[in-house]
Nanobody
């Protein structure tokens, strides 16, 4: 059974940093997956793509609004994916989810591309 567990969320002041972790288990071959981070802002129904990483070659994509502030990385031995978030802004407040899809995705920032999801971790940016 595929299981994704997010951690590392919390309350942080504007300008602060957090590192989110997605721990993956049950994936037949971790290296064959694409892992994405999505977020769902308060009052919004849809989740928006924040970043993703292709485990095999480390290729990444980022949402425009997080470029230069967020960085996604992966540890194939531990089967974990990280999202380092710096210079956080109030508009980054959301529930953050990690998602996994084998082999490839065509639209990296679309929810429907990913079959497996975690339960999410809350990130609140407020003074």
């Amino acid at each position: 059974e595929v299981r994704l567990v997010e951690s590392g969320g919390g309350l942080v002041q504007p300008g602060g940093s957090l590192r989110l972790t997605c721990a993956a288990s049950g994936l037949p071959s971790f290296e064959d997956y694409v892992i994405g981070w999505f977020r769902q802002a308060p009052g919004k129904e849809e989740r928006e793509g924040v970043a993703n990483i292709r485990i095999q070659d480390g290729g990444t994509n980022y949402r425009h609004s997080v470029v230069g502030r967020f960085a996604i990385s992966a540890d194939s031995v531990l089967k974990m994916v990280y999202l380092q978030m710096d210079s956080l802004k109030p508009e980054d407040t959301a529930i953050y989810f990690c998602a996994a899809e084998p082999v490839k995705v065509y639209r990296w920032d679309e929810e429907y591309e990913y079959d497996h999801w975690g339960q999410g971790t809350q990130v609140t940016v407020s003074s």
